[in-house]
């Protein structure tokens, strides 16, 4: 699909919602983050920004990046609404550059794209890591189709453990933590969905 399609799903989409995702964070981003004392922030396609949200709401200097101006109005809302300190950046993940070395966090949660371009925002995502700093990506896993519930259904945008960490551990200075896939329980089905999770930190 061309890049101006996806967008206007996309604007379409969250432009008759309230809340497309709803605003808790990710369980895994809040695993993986919470016990982290608080810095700068860097949420790559964060929709509405509900991760985002929630670390500025810790402390952190959340940035929240993401193509769809109706993700991050609504994004703005909330902010808004419980005084939350987030700066909002409308641009396609695919062509931002993120300042370099500026971030204790990065997110990519659920960016589902075909591998080159994952990898070019990966690449971007890395770039973007302080010293010590942390890179979660989290997205719905290729066997979630025939074993999981929910998610696209296309498998040449799904994750496998091994796609997220054959790009990272190309790149100097990160290092892998943590590579699998992960289990998480929806409303939808009994089963529960199945993601993959990365966790990489810079040297």
């Given at each position: 699909m061309a890049r101006a399609e996806d967008r206007e799903l996309w604007e379409k989409r969250y432009g008759e919602a309230q809340s497309v995702w709803g605003w808790a964070p990710n369980r895994f981003v809040a695993e993986v983050l919470g016990p982290l004392p608080a810095g700068r922030a860097l949420d790559l396609a964060a929709g509405e920004g509900r991760n985002a949200l929630w670390l500025a709401d810790l402390g952190w200097r959340a940035t929240a990046v993401d193509f769809a101006e109706n993700a991050l109005a609504r994004g703005r809302e909330q902010a808004e609404e419980h005084g939350l300190d987030v700066r909002w950046i409308h641009a396609d993940v695919l062509d931002y550059q993120p300042q370099v070395g500026a971030h204790d966090a990065v997110v990519?949660?659920?960016?589902?794209?075909?591998?080159?371009?994952?990898?070019?925002?990966?690449?971007?995502?890395?770039?973007?890591?302080?010293?010590?700093?942390?890179?979660?990506?989290?997205?719905?896993?290729?066997?979630?189709?025939?074993?999981?519930?929910?998610?696209?259904?296309?498998?040449?945008?799904?994750?496998?453990?091994?796609?997220?960490?054959?790009?990272?551990?190309?790149?100097?200075?990160?290092?892998?933590?943590?590579?699998?896939?992960?289990?998480?329980?929806?409303?939808?089905?009994p089963q529960p969905a199945i993601d993959t999770l990365v966790v990489a930190r810079a040297g």
């Open positions: 990519i949660a659920y960016l589902h794209l075909p591998a080159d371009d994952l990898a070019t925002v990966l690449r971007s995502a890395a770039k973007a890591l302080a010293p010590g700093g942390t890179l979660v990506v989290v997205g719905h896993d290729v066997t979630n189709i025939a074993d999981g519930v929910g998610g696209p259904q296309n498998p040449d945008i799904l994750y496998t453990p091994g796609l997220v960490t054959e790009t990272l551990e190309q790149l100097k200075g990160l290092t892998v933590a943590r590579a699998e896939r992960v289990h998480r329980q929806t409303d939808r089905a």
